[in-house]
């Protein structure tokens, strides 16, 4: 049997979602499909709210009385205003480079980090995955100031660059990829290497086709973490066309106080692309988490 039909035999045994012959209407699965409608409609109560909020005039959304119907009606004056104020889709383009740039080389990286882990053995390995959990361990505001005067040092500051490369280490990530690597049978890459293939192509053609689903839910977790993060971009940069999308909606503000539906507003045009990338992959993302052997295993 070829290397091709084990990777393909394997492939489709990891996408069975459940055991051949479970019912899938048991209690058990009954009572988890309620708790998760539950949590879903929590989490869409919010997210609800936020919109209609932003479909507010400033006089009813700043009202003490909570209506569903407000007086003014509903209108899309704050998203004008909020998109009048600002540079959004300079912003937006400059989150999105930096997104795809940081998911690009986290992924590649942590992928061959994870596999150095799960199948070679080397020298000084444990002291190194132990510096890989420790690194999980430490909050990531504890290195803003050595990053910063790094990036100072490099002169990075005000570059994609300098927002790219503090962000593009996601140690977290390699122990999830080491993890699913463990799983993939040996076999496989002892077929290759019959078939005359080295280290890395034995990594590239057998083992990075089976991962294609954890490498996705990584790259998306990946991805939105980089588009939602505000702190680091807006400490190195200060130029105003290199802001993120994040940065640069914190800079639409008014004189006149807080304005709850320009606010919103705001934070609706920030989710909107995240919230698109979780509808177009939400398949991937729970095919990733079941594969990964945190799910239940």
């Known amino acids: 049997m070829s290397t091709y039909t084990l990777s393909r035999g394997i492939s489709r045994g990891m996408k069975q979602t459940h055991k051949p012959g479970e019912n899938p209407w048991s209690v ?25 909020t932003s479909l507010k005039s400033e006089a009813d959304a700043g009202a003490s009385q909570i209506t569903l119907n407000p007086p003014d009606g509903l209108s899309f004056e704050a998203y004008r205003k909020v998109l009048s104020a600002g540079d959004i889709p300079s912003w937006a383009w400059n989150s999105l480079i930096t997104s795809v740039a940081i998911t690009f080389i986290t992924v590649a990286t942590s992928a061959l980090a994870g596999y150095a882990f799960s199948r070679v053995n080397f020298k000084g390995k444990r002291l190194l995955y132990a510096a890989i959990i420790a690194a999980i361990i430490i909050p990531p505001q504890l290195l803003i100031v050595p990053l910063f005067r790094q990036m100072l040092a490099f002169n990075l500051v005000d570059t994609y660059w300098g927002i790219i490369l503090p962000q593009a ?39 990075l086709p089976l991962s294609r689903p954890i490498l996705a839910a990584v790259a998306i977790f990946v991805f939105i973490g980089a588009w939602n993060n505000f702190l680091w971009p807006f400490i190195v940069t ?24 320009q606010n919103m507003a705001s934070a609706i045009l920030a989710a909107l692309p995240l919230v698109l990338v979780f509808l177009f992959f939400q398949r991937q993302i729970i095919k990733g988490i079941a594969t990964t052997g945190f799910g239940g295993q």
């Open 28 to 52: 058990s699965r009954m009572a988890a499909l309620l708790v998760l409608a539950v949590l879903a409609v929590t989490w869409l109560v919010p997210f609800a709210w936020a919109v209609l």
């Open 169 to 207: 280490f996601a140690p977290a990530m390699v122990l999830i990829l080491k993890r699913f690597f463990d799983q993939i049978p040996v076999e496989l890459e002892d077929a290759a290497r019959v078939d005359g293939a080295g280290r890395l192509r034995v990594f590239w053609s057998v083992v």
């Open 238 to 261: 200060t130029d105003a066309h290199l802001m993120t999308l994040p940065v640069g909606l914190q800079t639409v503000k008014s004189a006149y106080g807080l304005q709850y539906a």
